[in-house]
């Protein structure tokens, strides 16, 4: 019998109130400190069609570092397995802007989901269509049905004049001549990409690919290939929350990627998506209540990849 999802996401929204805005609130890029630490929501997407959604699951917020999964996607659709010549796919085990591990390994970043690693795959992208923003928001509008998903110019401006260290990670990627256009040109195209404004309902529905091997259902267009989604959702698995993919494997079980606006998605191939946002961040930068929510999750529908 399958589980009745609405019901256990209004239970589960229920059980983390009290942890609902606790956390920080990310103060790294102003529009995103402006946000009430009191948002959250939540949205699951199941491959036989179902919707649940709860709290502010159709609010838009800004997704951040989540957006490094839709680059992975793309850069994988244009060169394959070329794009693992500039790139790793190993845990960092260091924060997600460091740059200690670049000089030691030879300006070829950690792994993809990093912002070096999200960098080189921009410039990739850039290199095979000129404009790597409109690439990816085409992507993802086509991924998951919604021609309306829009870039937050607000929030891609102020990254860019907080940049400070994103400059110096493409700078020293450009000296080691893993960066083959203009470092203003890449940059503005990743802060544009990171300043992607989408709700929880959207992420459900935009990362489905990753659980129906590929395959967008709504549409049925390949968004990948099958061996592509299963490499993608292995990446997430080991690399997707910053230096916190141990805890998160340990108490969630899914595969899933975060995002500094407090959002995180998580994939269980074959069955569901299911997307939480929350702002207030635990000391990883992962949203404290959404990873609270999810773990109940997956507890509530014993249903997990291990």
Known sequence: MS????????????????HVGTGRVTTAIPPLAAVPASRFGMALRALDGRLATTG??????SIQSIAKVFVLTLAMRLE????????????SGNPFNSLVQLESEGGVPRNPLINAGAIVLTDLVTTHTGDAAAAVLDLVRRAAGNPAIRIDPHVAEAEREVAHRNRALAHFLKSFGNLHNDVERVLDAYFHVCALSMTCVDLASAFSYLAAAGRAPGSGEDI??????KRINAILMTCGVYDAAGDFAYRVGLPGK?????GIVTVM??????????????????SLAGTLALERLTTK????IF
Do not use: C, K
């Open 3 to 18: 589980p009745d999802y609405q019901s256990i996401l209004d239970e589960i929204r229920d059980e983390v109130r009290p």
């Open 56 to 61: 502010d699951a159709r609010v838009e917020f």
């Open 80 to 91: 394959g397995d070329g794009i693992w010549r500039r790139v790793h796919r190993e845990p």
């Open 224 to 229: 990948a290939t099958p061996r592509q989604a």
């Open 258 to 262: 975060s995002g500094i606006g407090g």
């Open 269 to 286: 191939p074959g069955r569901f998506v299911a997307a939480v946002w929350s702002p207030g961040l635990d000391e990883a930068g992962n």
């Open 301 to 304: 529908t014993g249903v997990s």
